[in-house]
């Protein structure tokens, strides 16, 4: 053997590291799912469920209605106290930060959304913006606090 040249795995170390190629590539293949309305699964949910193929990492499909900020938004006027809750003018203050919060006493993942509320008093008047925090689950479709924020 020469000086630049490489040695030459055995033949039964080639054969495993193939085996093991082909096994990992299995893992990433197309799973066989049934529909069950708008979930999916990998157990039949009814007799006549027909199986579809999907790869493994298909993104599911999303629902409808207001998400993150905008959930955040429509929330704010029905959560600060004013007389006019329709007047209310809500504004996002900086971009979403990622924490973990504590939520029926487990520490779980969430977004948060600062925002101000600028709201018409009982004299008709609006009385400034004031600061909100705003946390919403992982998928950004509940909200799991809202709360005023220290300036």
Not at 40 to 62: F, I, L
Request: proline share 9%; aromatic share 8%.
């Amino acid at each position: 053997m020469g000086v630049f040249e490489k040695p030459a795995l055995p033949a039964a170390w080639r054969g495993a590291v193939a085996l093991l190629l082909a096994a990992s590539a299995g893992g990433a293949a197309a799973q066989t799912m049934y529909r069950c309305g708008n979930t999916y699964s990998q157990t039949p949910c009814a007799p006549d469920a027909v199986p579809q193929r999907g790869h493994a990492d298909a993104a599911t499909e999303k629902a409808g209605g207001a998400q993150g900020y905008d959930l955040c938004a429509s929330h704010a006027p029905e959560s600060v106290e004013t007389p006019e809750p329709q007047s209310a003018r809500v504004q996002q203050v900086g971009p979403r930060k990622a924490e973990v919060i504590q939520y029926a006493g487990q520490p779980i993942a969430a977004h948060r959304y600062d925002l101000t509320v600028d709201a018409k008093t009982a004299y008709g008047v609006y009385s400034g913006p004031r600061p909100y925090a705003c946390w919403v689950s992982e998928d950004q479709r509940r909200i799991l606090q809202f709360a005023p924020r220290r300036r």
